[in-house]
């Protein structure tokens, strides 16, 4: 039949299938009726490989017929090309989210598969502080994202975003825990290198086949010189006692205590 509003309204559902009436004018191009009486327009070919294959095109009331058939001809016309619309459709649905690889590369991580410096797995102290910056800056600027979409000007504008503040936030975490989200130059150089890395295990496991955030330039670490107060040493000294009656090793408390008491610093020496 040939489509025009008045024809397709005409047509009465079945009530217990779904009915298909194709175009005269266009090849391929038709319509289901559901039992519901939803019209949907669509379009029905088969692909390089001689597979039949149905792609809704969306519905009467969201397109007019003239509108639909102008999508049915483009879709069609890449169908001539060799292409598989159908199929691209169900990939694009089904390709990772960055919030999806964020899952993946912490589980990895957790199992001792991701490695960090001289080849080790990551501490449990890294992870924690790489959950946070996923969740308090990546999952909320990028987390929708496909992976595959991103480029590098999208991780410049987010590296940007983080910079400026746009992920601050003061979130409840505990019962009587509270976590602050500045933001900042620093927290966003550390982020984007927590997120190179993980879109360079996006590559590994061959869902990216090129790192968009390599060579992105980040903002130089703003180190701050700090002297400790009488209280600060005090609490430092408590903090410290804890951690030895917790298992922590005698060493490296011992270690930290002369430098908090000796004020040693690295020094350098020029050679005449």
Sequence with gaps: MKFTKRAILSLQPDPSRDLYVWDDELPGFGLRIKPTSVRSFMVQYRNHCGV????????????????ARTLGKRILADVTKGGDPAAQRSEDR?????????????????????????????????????????TRHILPLLGNRRVRDLT????????RSVAAGNTATDVKTRLRGRAIVKGGRGTAARTVGLLG???????????ITTNPARGIKRPADQRREVRLSLE????????LAISLTDGENPTAILAIKL????????????AR
């Excluded at 993946?104 to 410096?117: C, D, S, T």
Aim: glycine fraction near 10%.
């Design 52 to 67: 039949s294959r149905r792609l809704t095109v969306g519905r009467l009331g969201v397109f007019t017929v003239d509108e």
């Design 94 to 134: 089904c390709a990772m989210s960055v919030r999806q690889l964020c899952q993946a590369y912490l589980e990895a991580a957790k199992h001792g598969l991701i490695l960090g410096k001289r080849g080790q797995a990551k501490k449990d102290s890294t992870l924690y502080v790489d959950r946070g910056r996923i």
């Design 152 to 159: 590098a000007p999208d991780i410049v504008r987010f590296m």
């Design 197 to 207: 890395g993980i879109l360079s295990f996006a590559v590994a496991e061959g869902v």
């Design 232 to 239: 600060q040493y005090r609490a430092l000294g408590k903090a």
């Design 259 to 270: 430098l908090a008491l000796t004020g040693c610093r690295r020094v350098t020496t020029k």
